[in-house]
């Protein structure tokens, strides 16, 4: 038995050794195919890599042709810029270039210039190892030499076989060239941001000088540019990343013994100013740039340089020209009356969120205002015109136009007492802000506190709607600035926080259309070289983020001249003859900041005029923004639909919203009477003749209202708010001194008898008389109508109505004619109301049928 059973295991184990012997053969065919693969590929390699020539000096004259991307208006007709049309590039040799320029670039682009072949091998295999593989610090790895072949002889496209050819080309042209040469050759081609290539250029465009009398400090910027040209551009708006970009050259060329501690020390303080830029063939500069850091953003600079892009925006060119007239003219006048030098304008279409116009100064060219600065994208203080997402928060939680809050000097800082002295921390933490003219009103409703722009009402509102609550609906319309709610108090409602022109004018585009919000766009289209489309506008529903009926209160309160009258006076620079534009008005504080932004449903134009380095000036709002608004929206509105604001609804529920909610400010308690008999209202009593009364108990809105609850009951102790003290002192104070001119009205004054003129037997008994229906009349022929009225008070007033529509009203005494033809729902049998309103109100209908023929 033992016997057998070894002689199985031996032939069990010589079945596996056969198995391992067929499965080695069969490896080794794999390695042999594999690695004569390889041989043959590499030999294929090395034959590829040797056909490959050193390029000559005359390879890099005749560079590879840059693909040009275009910028166009909304038509795709108008071009506003070329990026590469206005290429500048002057060629000199190494011995004119000068020590500064070449030690700074090798000290920041390539430290081992003079000691390496070509190629550095750890860099090289940083590289692959983080483009290919993507592992690894990564890491550019290229030297100059292969950024001269990378710029001149090959294409933008990345892969593996790019780069090979780069290595060995690099390598053959170190050993074919000088480093100077290579270096020479270098420093003519890199590009300096825009249209300005090779280092001459360079320091003739931003210094006015030739690249052998550059300092150190210029040197030094000038050498941080070519790592990203558009994005470090000393006329963009990234200089404090080119001011990084120079201290670490500077860093690097002391590193490497370049320059002495001496020469650091100095040249990193040395005061360096760049020439204005120039530029030619550029319209719409602002709105251009705009639209390239979009395109380099999402696109990536190289595809934007050289790739031959077609961009269409949204830019409507003739509003732009127009726009950029008025902006001039309007803030040079700003500058010698009110000491304003600068002006920004963006125009929207709200119902596509469409840039129309940017204009983000008055003279791109003009260096005396930073003119190149595109303040409608930089962060300024809104003023008042920050109002109107508080008012509409307040709308949205219960508040009405009507409500009424008291315009009276008030301390909203808790640790001050109701007089504004400290009680406790320092005195300049106390706030108690002041209107526009330095006056209060006392009792006020918030459609004439919006309109008018007080500012004590308004930081009472902003207290009562919430701060969380108030910049999330500004942040939903469109303000991307405001988001650490930790940075803001009170003072945000009058302009505390930043804003930017492009961001509220948009934001104010929601208002426009009925709160619906479509963010703001630039572009309609962009293509490729070949014509692809990579991206294209579609008009979308947008997103509603405010009610409808909430962005309709805001539009009729903002857009009635009569509601601003008292601040404006009757012919401001917000009046537009003959068309409903809705405008509201900001100013900060020493008038360093003017805006004024309005809209009509059509669009939304939104303007900032100030000074760039914050000095203020005489005036604000209105006086010094207002009329580049008003010019500026007329021309707008002579080529867009004349459109009116839908009327909102102002019905409200009195069973829901309490009496001080609803404008009734002497008190919260009341009782309906009739006007013309005294006594209290019945069902029978007409709205027209009935008036809800207070009884009088006047008090901050703070008696009545849970902030936390606005519609809800009254808070059961008040004084629980930490506000509640510093608002009621000013108010019992104030109406010590005024209740006289109201009047007191107490229980005793509640009528003790019912409405006795309007009862369920007083109501007119009206029929028609003429025409009737047992006559047939002629459609051509005039019909007098005729109204009998059996009731016991005189007719004052009839409407007249024919198969339900409205024909028209009478007044006593009553003369109707009409001619049947004439009308455009006329019918063979006719229907004919009449609705009658007596001399107390009483309203009563009649009816009866007439025939034509």
Request: one cysteine or more; a neutral charge.
């Amino acid at each position: 038995m033992l016997y057998c059973k070894n002689v199985f295991m031996i032939k069990k184990k010589l079945k596996i050794t056969e198995k391992n012997l067929k499965k080695i053969k069969l490896t080794k065919h794999i390695l042999y195919f594999l690695a004569g693969a390889f041989l043959f590929f590499f030999a294929l390699g090395i034959i590829w890599v040797a056909t490959l020539k050193a390029p000559d000096y005359n390879s890099f004259v005749e560079r590879k042709i840059i693909n040009s991307t275009k910028i166009y208006d909304r038509t795709g007709e108008v071009l506003l810029y070329d990026i590469h049309q206005d290429e500048r590039r002057t060629n000199i040799p190494f011995e004119s270039m000068g020590v500064n320029i070449k030690n700074a670039t090798v000290a920041i682009e390539d430290a081992e210039f003079y000691n390496h072949s070509g190629v550095r091998i750890r860099s090289t295999v940083r590289a692959v190892l983080s483009n290919i593989f993507h592992v690894g610090i990564g890491g550019g790895g290229s030297t100059i030499t292969q950024q001269l072949v990378k710029n001149t002889l090959l294409n933008s496209k990345k892969s593996l076989v790019r780069k090979v050819k780069e290595w060995v080309l690099a390598v053959k042209i170190d050993a074919s060239m000088s480093k100077e040469k290579i270096l020479e050759l270098y420093l003519n081609e890199v590009p300096y941001g825009g249209t300005v290539y090779g280092i001459e250029e360079a320091s003739k465009t931003y210094f006015d000088k030739h690249a052998s009398e550059l300092s150190i400090a210029e040197s030094a910027y000038l050498a941080g540019i070519p790592q990203s040209p558009s994005y470090l551009s000393p006329y963009g708006k990234h200089t404090d990343k080119l001011e990084d970009r120079k201290n670490l050259v500077l860093y690097k060329m002391q590193e490497l013994n370049f320059i002495t501690k001496e020469e650091y020390d100095l040249a990193k303080s040395e005061p360096v100013a760049f020439l204005p830029q120039e530029l030619k063939g550029l319209k719409a500069p602002h709105f251009v740039f705009f639209i390239k850091d979009y395109l380099e953003e999402k696109y990536g600079i190289d595809i934007v340089e050289k790739g031959g892009l077609k961009v269409t925006t949204t830019l409507d060119y003739n509003l732009q020209e127009k726009g950029e007239e008025i902006t001039k003219e309007e803030a040079l006048k700003n500058e010698k009356d009110w000491n304003g030098k600068n002006a920004s304008l963006v125009a929207i279409d709200p119902k596509t969120g469409q840039i129309l116009t940017m204009i983000g100064s008055r003279d791109y060219f003009d260096k005396t205002i930073d003119g190149n600065f595109n303040v409608a994208t930089a962060k300024r203080q809104p003023g008042s015109s920050f109002k109107p997402f508080i008012y509409a928060t307040a709308f949205n939680k219960g508040f009405t136009p009507d409500t009424v809050l008291f315009d009276l000097p008030t301390e909203f800082q808790t640790t001050c007492n109701a007089y504004g002295k400290a009680m406790t921390g320092s005195q300049s933490d106390c706030y108690m802000p002041q209107n526009y003219d330095g006056k209060t009103v006392g009792p006020i409703s918030l459609r004439n506190a919006l309109a008018q722009s007080r500012n004590i009402p308004a930081v009472k509102l902003f207290y009562l709607a919430g701060m969380r609550d108030s910049l999330k609906t500004a942040e939903d319309m469109g303000i991307s600035t405001l988001s650490d709610i930790s940075r803001y108090g009170l003072t945000l409602v009058i302009g505390g926080g930043e804003v930017t022109l492009l961001d509220i004018t948009s934001a104010y585009g929601v208002f426009a259309n009925d709160g619906i919000k479509n963010n703001y766009t630039s572009i309609l289209k962009v293509e490729d070289a070949e014509g692809n489309i990579l991206e294209e506008f579609e008009i979308n529903k947008g997103r509603e983020v405010l009610p409808k009926n909430t962005a309709l209160i805001i539009s009729d309160i903002l857009q009635k001249n009569e509601n601003r009258i008292p601040t404006f006076g009757v012919n401001s620079p917000l009046v537009v003859p003959g068309y409903e534009v809705a405008v509201k008005t900001g100013t900060t504080n020493n008038n360093k900041d003017a805006w004024t932004i309005g809209y009509t449903p059509s669009i939304s134009v939104g303007v900032w005029a100030g000074n760039n380095d914050n000095k203020p000036m005489k005036k604000g709002g209105s006086a010094v923004a207002g009329p580049i608004w008003n010019r500026f929206i007329k021309e707008a509105l002579k080529v867009l639909p004349s459109e009116n604001f839908e009327r909102p609804n102002l019905e409200v529920d009195p069973t829901k919203v309490k009496p001080i909610l609803r404008g009734i400010w002497q008190g919260n308690e009341t009782f309906i009477k009739d006007k013309i008999s005294g006594g209290l209202a019945t069902e029978f009593t007409p709205v027209e003749t009935k008036q809800e009364v207070a009884i009088t108990n006047v008090h901050t809105i703070l008696y009545w209202v849970n902030k936390n609850d606005i519609l809800g009951p009254s808070p059961s102790n008040p004084s629980d708010d930490s506000q509640f003290e510093h608002w009621e002192i000013p108010v019992q104070s104030w109406w010590e001194k005024n209740k006289y001119k109201y009047g007191v009205t107490t229980e005793a004054n509640i009528p003790t008898w019912s409405d006795s003129i309007h009862t369920n037997t007083s109501v007119s008994n009206i029929s028609v008389v003429e025409p009737n229906s047992t006559d047939t009349y002629l459609a051509d022929k005039i019909i007098y109508l005729k109204v009998n009225n059996t009731g016991p008070y005189p007719l004052k007033k009839i409407d007249v109505f024919i198969n339900d529509v409205f024909l028209g009203t009478a007044n006593y005494p009553f003369t109707f004619p009409f001619v049947p033809s004439e009308l455009d729902n006329l019918r063979n049998e006719n229907q004919i109301k009449v609705i009658s309103y007596d001399t107390v109100s009483n309203r009563s209908e009649a009816y009866t049928i007439f025939r034509v023929e």
